[in-house]
């Protein structure tokens, strides 16, 4: 149970992220969801740095302010809602996605730092895998929210090799 204490704090500590990062600063946080599993870990530190929302490209993993949480999740798309740009997000072990209002990004994931090694994201060799992994989980999106559930799993079933390879070419 949250108390409204814990609530307040989270919401001055989600401001204070957003503002360091429009600043130009990088933040580290430990990661508390196994939503990014096996990419990013239960306990693992991530790297956040600034980012324009018109520099992200698909498979990017984002932080975003969502209500009270900060979230870290892959970005799959973007669209615009009442003249407001929004992204579209995905956990890797998730089955479902959202959408997060463009103003809500704190920043990019920029490395990852498990099991005490530093990941940096931006080699050529992730920045590639990162790109089919968020492509695979655009076209999965499409497939269920287009109710073609049973063409989905077939898809999962075709595209679980590339999804080992590329999680071994990543680490």
Known sequence: MVNRLDVKNQCILGKMWLEACGKGKSLSFRIASGSMSPMIEVGDT??????????????????????????????????????????????????????????????????????????????????????VLGWRLRFIDALSHHQYHGVGVGIRMVFRPVWKLCRSLLF
């Open 46 to 131: 991530v790297k956040v740095s600034r980012a324009e929302p018109n520099r992200i490209h698909i498979g990017d993993i984002l932080a975003f302010q969502d209500g009270q949480n900060v979230v870290v999740h892959r970005f799959i798309g973007k669209s615009w809602s009442n003249r407001q740009l929004v992204f579209h997000h995905r956990g890797d072990a998730g089955a479902f996605s959202g959408k997060i209002p463009a103003q809500n990004l704190i920043g990019r994931v920029t490395a990852i730092e498990k099991e005490g090694r530093k990941i940096c994201l931006d080699s050529v060799r992730l920045v590639l895998g990162n790109r």
